[in-house]
C-alpha cells in the first residue's frame, strides 16, 4: 500500500482553483467547507489516504446541453441546460433545478457541492445534484414558458429517475414549471413516478412542501434562539427576497410573533415600518405568484412603506436577519452594518447568501449564524418525504408533515451543535454544518472502496 501523502489546506485549494477556472461560486464553496474538514480530519488518516474530500469536491458528472424553443413570435432561441451530478453516496442525486439569467456551470456546482451535505445533515437517504438553465421566465408568457421547460426536460429525461436523480424547483422553478417538466417526463416515458418533488397537490406533490424551505429557516432560527433561551416572539426581522422561500419565512416570523420589516427582489427592497403581517404577505403571494408583479409595487399599495430602488436591505436596524434571495447577496460592508445596528441571529433561507468575508464579521462578532446548508435543508427534508409518499402511493396530512419537518429541523439543529459548539458557549454552526454532514457522506464513500 502507497504511503499517503497528506496535502495540505493551501495546497488542496490551489488544485481545487487550477481545475476549476473561471469557476469562483464553485471554488468558493469548497474552500468553506474544505476549511472545517481539513481540522477535523487532521487525525483520521483513512479520509486522506482514501482522497475523500478531493473526491467529494469532483462532481461524479456535470451534463451539459442545448435547450431549443419557439418564442411566440417564431423566434428559435437557443439556451444551455445543465445537471450536475455531485455525489450518490447516501442516495439518488436530489437538488433542485433553477431558471436565472445568472446560471453558469460554476454556480450549479456550488449548489451541487452544498447540497451533498445539506441532504446528508437532513439524516434521510439522499445525494447531492443541481440543475438548470440560464432562461429567464420574467416577461415569458405561459406558452413560452411551457415550451422550454418540455424542451429542458426532454434532454434531461435521459439522466433521472426516482432511483437515479430526483430534481425540485428552485429559483425561477416554481409549481408551473415543475407541472410542465413532470408532464413532458410522463410523456416521453409513458411512467409515472416521482421524477421530481414539489408537484402539485393533485398530481403527487406532498402537502408542506411549498412553506417547508421558509419555514423550516424559521424553525432553525427560533432552535439558535432557544439554545439561549430566547425567542422569536417581540423581534424585528429583516428578510431578502420575495420568493417561495422569502414569504413563507416571513410568515413563519410572523406567527411566531416577529414583526417583518422589509422584503426585496433583485429591482430593490420595500421597508415597511408597520410590519409586513399575513394579509400583506398574501397580497405579495398573490403579485408574485398569480400576477408575476414587482416588489416596488407594494410601496404604492402600501403607502407607510418606502421602496429602495437597487439596494438590499441590510442596513436597516433590527434583531434578526434572513437573507432569502440568492448567492453573495451580503457582503463583508453589510454583515457589519447588521452587527452595528445590534443583529442577534443570522438565519439563511437561500443559499451561500453571504460572503466567506461576510461570515467572518458574523463569527467574529460571536452573533447566532445559521449557514444556508444547514437552515434552508427544510426544504429538502420534504421533498425526501414527498419522494417516501410516492414510493408507497400514499399521502400524510399537513398536520402530520409539520411536525416532521419541525422535529426534522431540530435534529438539524443539533447536530450542528454536536459538532460545532466551542466549549465556551458559542455554536460554530458553520463548522457543525460541515463536519456533520461530510461525516456521514465520507463514511459510505470509504465502504464503497475506490469507485
Ligand atoms: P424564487 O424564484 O421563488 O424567488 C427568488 C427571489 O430572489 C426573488 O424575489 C428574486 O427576485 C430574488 N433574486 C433572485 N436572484 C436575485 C439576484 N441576483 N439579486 C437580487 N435578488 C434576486 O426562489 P426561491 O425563493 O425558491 O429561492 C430563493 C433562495 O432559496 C435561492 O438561493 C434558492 O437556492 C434557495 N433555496 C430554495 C429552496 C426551495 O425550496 N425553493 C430550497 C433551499 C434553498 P427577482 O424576481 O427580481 O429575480
Known amino acids: 500500500m502507497a504511503v499517503s501523502d497528506h496535502v495540505d489546506f493551501p495546497t488542496f485549494m490551489e488544485g481545487v482553483k487550477k481545475r476549476n477556472p473561471g469557476q469562483p461560486e464553485f471554488v468558493q464553496a469548497v474552500q468553506e467547507v474544505a476549511t472545517d474538514i481539513f481540522d477535523f480530519m487532521e487525525d483520521k488518516e483513512e479520509y486522506h489516504s482514501a482522497?475523500?474530500?478531493?473526491r467529494i469536491a469532483e462532481p461524479d458528472r456535470v451534463v451539459s446541453f442545448r435547450v431549443c424553443w419557439e418564442d411566440d413570435n417564431h423566434n428559435i432561441r437557443v439556451q444551455r441546460g445543465w445537471r450536475v451530478q455531485n455525489n450518490n453516496a447516501i442516495g439518488p442525486y436530489k437538488g433542485g433545478i433553477r431558471f436565472h439569467p445568472s446560471v453558469t456551470e460554476s454556480v450549479l456546482k456550488f449548489l451541487a457541492f452544498e447540497q451533498t451535505f445539506k441532504n446528508?445533515?437532513?439524516?434521510?437517504?439522499?445525494?447531492?445534484?443541481?440543475?438548470?438553465?440560464?432562461?429567464?421566465?420574467?416577461?415569458?408568457?405561459?406558452?413560452?414558458v411551457m415550451r422550454f421547460c418540455q424542451s429542458f426536460m426532454t434532454e434531461l429525461y435521459r439522466h433521472v429517475g426516482p432511483d437515479t436523480d430526483v430534481p425540485a424547483g428552485d429559483i425561477g422553478v416554481g409549481a408551473r414549471e415543475i407541472g410542465y417538466m413532470f408532464g413532458q417526463y410522463k410523456r416521453i416515458t409513458n411512467r409515472w413516478e416521482g421524477v421530481l418533488t414539489g408537484k402539485g397537490m393533485e398530481y403527487g406533490g406532498s402537502q408542506m412542501r411549498p412553506e417547508a424551505t421558509g419555514y423550516g429557516a424559521v424553525y432553525f432560527m427560533e432552535n439558535m434562539l432557544k439554545h439561549k433561551k430566547d425567542s422569536i416572539d417581540g423581534k424585528t426581522a429583516v428578510i431578502s427576497g420575495s420568493g417561495n422561500v422569502a414569504t413563507h419565512a416571513a410568515e413563519q416570523i410572523t406567527k411566531q410573533g416577529g414583526k417583518v420589516l422589509t422584503l426585496s427582489d433583485s429591482g430593490g427592497f420595500i421597508h415597511d415600518p408597520d410590519g409586513i403581517d399575513q394579509e400583506k404577505i398574501d397580497w405579495i403571494k398573490d403579485l408574485k405568484n398569480n400576477k408575476r408583479g414587482r416588489i416596488s409595487e407594494y410601496a404604492d399599495h402600501y403607502t407607510a412603506a418606502t421602496f429602495h430602488a437597487g439596494k438590499r436591505p441590510w442596513n436597516v436596524p433590527c434583531d434578526l436577519a434572513l437573507p432569502c434571495a440568492t448567492q453573495n447577496e451580503l457582503n463583508e460592508e453589510e454583515a457589519?452594518?447588521?452587527?452595528?445596528?445590534?443583529?442577534?441571529?443570522v438565519s439563511e433561507g437561500a443559499n451561500m447568501p453571504t460572503t466567506l468575508e461576510g461570515v467572518h464579521?458574523?463569527?467574529?462578532?460571536?452573533?447566532?449564524?445559521?449557514?444556508?446548508?444547514?437552515?434552508?435543508?427544510?426544504g429538502v427534508a420534504v421533498s425526501g418525504l414527498e419522494m417516501s409518499q410516492n414510493a408507497e402511493r400514499i399521502s400524510w396530512n399537513h398536520e402530520r408533515l409539520g411536525e416532521m419537518l419541525t422535529e426534522l429541523m431540530e435534529g438539524i439543529h443539533d447536530k450542528c451543535v454536536e459538532y460545532g459548539d466551542q466549549g465556551d458557549g458559542y455554536v460554530d454552526y458553520v463548522?457543525?454544518?460541515?463536519?456533520?454532514?461530510?461525516k456521514k457522506v465520507a463514511d459510505a464513500m470509504l465502504a464503497y472502496g475506490v469507485v
Open 51 to 54: 482522497q475523500i474530500l478531493r
Open 120 to 144: 446528508s445533515l437532513t439524516g434521510l437517504p439522499m445525494g447531492g445534484g443541481k440543475g438548470g438553465a440560464n432562461f429567464n421566465p420574467r416577461g415569458k408568457s405561459d406558452a413560452e
Open 336 to 345: 457589519r452594518e447588521l452587527v452595528d445596528n445590534g443583529v442577534m441571529a
Open 361 to 378: 464579521v458574523f463569527h467574529d462578532a460571536k452573533i447566532m449564524y445559521g449557514p444556508g446548508k444547514a437552515a434552508n435543508a427544510g
Open 431 to 438: 463548522k457543525g454544518a460541515n463536519i456533520a454532514g461530510f
